[in-house]
């Protein structure tokens, strides 16, 4: 085997492993709590074939995949960004609110609502990374205390406020901020998928967020790998005492991946936004946890945070037809969420010391055949 | 009576080094005894190992005539040995007494702390040996010396009866220094044995019953401190064999590279490190900085570099003041930078190499163009260094970490040089590397001193210095205290100069 097919081989290695031991560990769980576990995979796998699951998977990954992205911004620079949960959730609230506020041409109706989301994002995660630099304050004690006051404390305030004032508006039965007029709305792209599947039924639709969380993540690529700032800012997380002496300013590094990564956040509240064109008074969350998983699970590599976003999808959205067949427990889910990031960190682990004992081995006989 | 300690022929081992070959060594009970000892000559490995924090590959130990042999500190603690690491290991948020009894904590029923009989013990060992210090302090409030006090206590109530004191005056100033002394004689006087490293001759003379001198993994010497000089004792340290004289004509130009004025340096804790240092580095010249470590050197560079803040004074490059502007700005300008410790500050270890050259110069070509990164450039520029430092390496996407220590030297010494800098900061550009990777780096720092560059040269390694340099300044406890000729200095007049053990002579 040569080396790069090694490589290769590698690569792949770590997650199929952590894979095939989720399984394992939880065909186990299935069969101690009673259930067949080739019945509950048989029952996850067929509503999987489906188009409009795959529909529903698609919708489901995007917030997951922006909040992933977000996640990894911070963890590339060593920085545990877990403010990711109230960054979106505010930004959210602000970005519905001021675009049920404007009426403005589609395209720049669109624009200004999601520049409001990122800019609320970034500036809520970049007060982290200001508290980090002139404090001294660890981010993940910021960011905790600043998910409680965004999601607590402003949400909460403004819905009840809104409430107050009349301008939250019964919509449909739901009660929310002001829906945002069709211009402000992103389409479906029912028609681009229709393009190689048969018509999507039951009235499924496929978010546009999906584009933009494509273009997100080949920026985060581009950014992290081709330019001087993302050199810079992975520098500063392999070792922030040579990325000083290199030049590199850790302050300024610091902020500027905090925002970037608020930045981010800002946009995993987008696909529910476009769908339901208004803050509605429950929205999901638990969105901004889920993607540090994702992004753990993902190797903070824009591909591989998608597929672990993918995978995330796939397990959630199986819990619904777990609970409909009876197959098994929908908690099933979740035990295999765990178990497969528990999996994956010792399986990197594994694959990354192999590596680096094969890099020594072959500088070593570099050396070797330099010396003769 | 038989010694306290006794090691016979002990040897260890590390993959590629030998710390200890065969050292034989013998501390009697009562006395003050001091080992002494270049930079890596195997003092710490020696008592880790008496410690029982490493294991020995071979010989014999002996704690009053008896056999032993430790598996973890706290065998060698059973046996009344204690250590007091140079770095203090306290809760600052802790009182003293909190600290003292941590992981010796009296009990009484119920699980609880018995804080009086603490308290009481602690009087106890503090008025057997003459320590005095208030037990409800917060340890964050305390002085260093204090602190370190505290570490001796706590040694001392776990029943410690042979200490061993890893370079103590290290972190000290000297009022404190002359305060720890007098601690170590009463200790002695109440019957404490102490076996303490220092490198500082001058020190080591007044303390001392008797001195132990390790070179290269070996004991060269005991002695007694009224049969030697410092002199004697320098040279025992570094060993006498003279570098081979570098025939190489001077270059030294009259235009300035580096021009430090008055340089004040504060550490962490507000005390200055660098006092009033003045240094011109001229293009074409080498100025070696001789000393022993830790008087300020690295403090130095780093304001040099911009890594830390001057107090007060000026550094001059090319006749911009840079005292207050960015280590990138300070790059760019031309200062170059070979760090001492270079995993700690000169390499990401886990990225290629190409992305190692491009550190510290990744804003400009050929490693950018604008924001971008030219990757291209990068690996072409790479694989120039690659060709001409003699990196030895399968190919320039390995990571740093895969190469051997002197190949990683090799990669930064040519990242900077192929950058052409006009002044160069090299901090022992060639520790713990084989000597023929010492040969090629030597020979690349002097070819760019012909071609002009001007270098700050730290280094331990007394040969390369004068074999370097065509101007050697002494940097001990901050400031500089003398200006020598490399061409008629001897490593021993040196040694003499950087222990302080000249000042003592001469006055």
């Not at chain 1, 996850?44 to 489906?50: N, Q, R, Y």
């Not at chain 1, 529903?56 to 922006?66: G, Q, V």
């Not at chain 2, 270890?349 to 291209?376: I, K, S």
Request: charged share 20%; glycine share 10%.
């Amino acid at each position: 085997m040569n080396g790069t097919t090694r490589r290769v081989v590698l690569a792949v290695a770590a997650p199929v492993a952590a894979l095939a031991f989720a399984i394992g560990l939880s065909s186990i769980v299935l069969l101690i709590s009673g259930s067949n576990p080739l019945d509950a995979y048989g029952d996850m796998l067929k509503h999987a074939s489906k188009l409009e699951t795959q529909v529903d998977i698609l919708n489901r990954a995007t917030p997951l995949y922006l909040s992933g992205v977000a996640a990894a911004i911070g963890f590339r620079m060593n920085l545990f960004n877990i403010g990711v949960e109230g960054q979106y959730l505010f930004a959210f609230i602000v970005a519905a609110y001021v675009g049920g506020q404007v009426s403005l041409p589609a395209a720049l109706h669109v624009t200004v609502i999601i520049s409001v989301a990122m800019i609320v994002g970034g500036a809520y995660s970049g007060l982290a990374g200001a508290l980090k630099v002139t404090r001294g304050v660890n981010e993940v004690i910021s960011t905790i205390m600043l998910n409680a006051i965004a999601i607590s404390g402003i949400v909460a305030w403004l819905i009840t406020e809104w409430q107050a004032g009349g301008e939250i508006s019964a919509t449909g039965g739901r009660v929310g901020t002001e829906p945002i007029a069709g211009s402000g709305l992103l389409p479906d792209i029912n028609s681009w998928l229709e393009l190689v599947t048969r018509d999507i039924r039951q009235g499924k639709e496929l978010t546009a967020v999906l584009l933009v969380a494509v273009a997100v993540g080949l920026l985060y690529h581009v950014l992290l790998n081709r330019t001087v700032f993302g050199f810079d800012l992975r520098a500063s997380g392999m070792n922030p005492t040579a990325a000083r002496a290199g030049g590199i300013s850790p302050k300024r590094m610091i902020v500027a991946s905090m925002v970037l990564s608020g930045a981010v956040a800002g946009l995993v509240g987008l696909p529910e936004l476009m769908d339901t064109g208004f803050f509605p008074s429950n929205p999901i969350k638990g969105l901004g946890f889920a993607g540090i998983a994702v992004a753990l699970l993902g190797r903070n590599h824009p591909a591989g945070i998608a597929l672990g976003a993918l995978i995330f999808a796939f397990l959630d959205i199986s819990s619904g037809i777990l609970q409909v067949t009876g197959a098994a427990s929908r908690e099933i889910v979740q035990i295999m969420q765990g178990v497969i990031i528990l999996a994956a960190v010792v399986a990197y682990e594994v694959v990354r010391r192999i590596r680096e004992r094969d890099e020594a081995a072959s500088a070593a006989a570099a050396l070797a055949v330099g010396a003769t | 009576m038989a010694p306290a300690i006794e090691l016979i022929g002990i040897t260890k081992r590390f993959p590629g080094v030998i710390a200890n070959d065969d050292v034989n060594l013998r501390v009697e009970e009562g006395e003050i005894h001091a080992i002494c000892g270049e930079n890596g000559a195997g003092k710490s490995t020696l008592m880790k190992i008496l410690y029982g924090m490493q294991a020995a590959d071979e010989g014999t130990m002996k704690i009053r005539g008896e056999e032993v042999s430790f598996s973890s500190p706290s065998e060698a603690i059973e046996r009344g040995i204690g250590m007091v690491h140079q770095h203090f290991m306290l809760a600052d948020q802790l009182t003293v007494l909190e600290n003292v009894i941590i992981g010796a904590e009296p009990v009484k029923s119920g699980g609880r702390i018995d804080f009086e009989n603490a308290r009481a013990h602690l009087r106890e060992v503090g008025d057997a040996y003459g320590l005095t210090i208030d037990p409800d302090d917060l340890v964050e409030r305390l002085e260093v010396g204090e602190r370190q006090r505290v570490e001796i206590i706590k040694v001392l109530y776990r029943g410690a009866k042979i200490l061993i004191l890893d370079e103590p005056t290290a972190v000290l100033v000297p009022q404190e220094v002359d305060e720890l002394f007098r601690n170590m004689r009463d200790l002695r006087a109440d019957g404490a044995t102490i076996l303490f490293i220092d490198h500082k001759l001058d020190e080591v003379l007044e303390i001392a019953d008797t001195i132990t001198v390790l070179r290269q993994g070996h004991t060269v010497a005991t002695v007694k401190p009224d049969e030697v000089s410092a002199g004697d004792l320098a040279e025992l340290m570094v060993g006498s064999e003279l570098p081979t004289p570098q025939t190489t004509r001077s270059t030294v130009t009259d235009e300035v590279g580096l021009e430090v004025r008055d340089l004040t340096v504060l550490d962490d804790d507000e005390r200055p490190v660098v006092e009033h240092v003045s240094v011109t580095v001229h293009r074409g010249e080498i100025v070696g900085i001789a000393g022993v470590e830790g008087n300020g050197q690295t403090e130095l560079t780093d304001a040099i570099m911009g890594t830390r803040d001057a107090a007060s004074g000026h550094i001059v490059l090319l006749g911009h003041d840079i005292t207050t502007t960015s280590v990138r700005h300070r790059r760019q300008q031309g200062l170059g930078y070979v760090p001492q410790d270079r995993h700690r500050e000169g390499l990401l270890l886990a990225a290629p190499l190409w992305e190692n050259v491009a550190l510290g110069h990744q804003t400009e070509p050929p490693y950018a163009h604008g924001p971008w990164l030219d990757r291209a450039g990068s690996k072409a520029r790479t694989e120039e260094v690659r060709e001409e430092f003699d990196v030895r390496t399968p190919n320039i996407d390995v990571a740093a970490h895969a190469l051997s220590g002197g190949n990683q030297q090799k990669l930064i010494i040519g990242r900077e040089l192929v950058a052409n800098p006009s002044v160069l900061i090299a901090a022992h550009p060639t520790r713990g590397i084989d000597v023929g990777a010492q040969a090629a780096v030597w020979d690349a720092i002097r070819a760019a001193r012909a071609a002009g560059m001007a270098t700050l040269l730290i280094s331990a390694d007394l040969d390369e210095l004068i074999g370097l340099s065509d101007t050697i300044v002494v940097m001990l406890r901050g400031s500089l205290v003398a200006t020598l000729d490399p061409t008629d200095v001897t490593p021993r007049d040196l040694g003499a100069y950087m222990t302080g053990a000249s000042l003592e002579e001469a006055s």
